[in-house]
């Protein structure tokens, strides 16, 4: 059964600072990875899916890799900002099964 | 305006009673998803549906009811049978099972 781990369950950094959430998988027959960013008592919003044939995926300050042999994903934010801080979620799919999800790191950014 | 809508925000219920979750979506999806979201636990999966009229269980199930007689709609009912339903309930919908999820604000359950 597919297991997803996110370390360190909470971070914290001051404003501006590039910084690097881990995430690793058991099984890597992956079909993709998806990244979200949940608030505090909201929905999660979907940031980032990188299909298991890339290496990684870029969306603004955000940067996505993965690392499929190896079942690890990481989620680079650079110059972070104050309104960067939330929980961010790895989730990984086997393709005909719904996501299976970690517990997340929780990033508060310090002014 | 397209997206998906979970109602009520914030639901009370008293111990021995059945209560029912409202997720619908306009984005023309067919799968949709109910998780439970404790704090340190992450999400949950309860049930899930892959297109009109079909659903599987998900992870928790016990206690819980869904039904799809509707592609926009997916509620979830929490019977009495649910012996600890204080949590975050979130409904998700996609195109197919493994693509992009778009959530739903979420509704906070509390049985009083």
């Known amino acids: 059964k597919q297991e997803v781990t996110q370390i360190p369950a909470a971070l914290s950094v001051p404003e501006g600072e590039n910084l690097v959430l881990n995430c690793s998988f058991t099984?890597?027959?992956?079909?993709?990875l998806q990244w979200f960013r949940q608030d505090p008592g909201k929905g999660l919003t979907s940031l980032l899916l990188?299909?298991?044939?890339?290496r990684e995926q870029t969306s603004g300050r955000l940067n996505a890799s993965l690392d499929k042999s190896s079942g690890r994903s990481t989620l680079y934010i650079a110059a972070s900002q104050p309104g960067d801080s939330a929980t961010y979620l790895c989730a990984v799919s086997s393709g005909n099964t719904p996501l299976v999800f970690g517990k997340g790191t929780r990033l508060s950014v310090i002014a | 305006d397209g997206g998906i809508t979970q109602s009520p925000k914030y639901l009370f219920r008293k111990e021995g009673q059945n209560v029912t979750l409202s997720c619908e979506q306009n984005?023309?999806?067919?799968?949709m998803y109910w998780y439970r979201q404790d704090p340190g636990q992450g999400l949950r999966l309860i049930y899930y549906?892959?297109?009109?009229?079909?659903?599987q269980k998900g992870d928790i199930a016990e206690g819980y009811s869904v039904s799809r007689e509707k592609k926009e709609s997916f509620p979830l009912t929490v019977t009495s049978a649910q012996k600890n339903p204080t949590a975050f309930y979130l409904c998700a919908s996609s195109t197919y099972v493994a693509d992009t999820q778009y959530f739903g604000p979420g509704t906070r359950l509390t049985v009083l």
């Open positions: 099984d890597s027959a992956i079909y993709n």
């Open positions: 990188i299909q298991s044939s890339q």
């Open positions: 549906s892959h297109i009109v009229n079909d659903f």
């Open positions: 984005l023309n999806h067919d799968a």
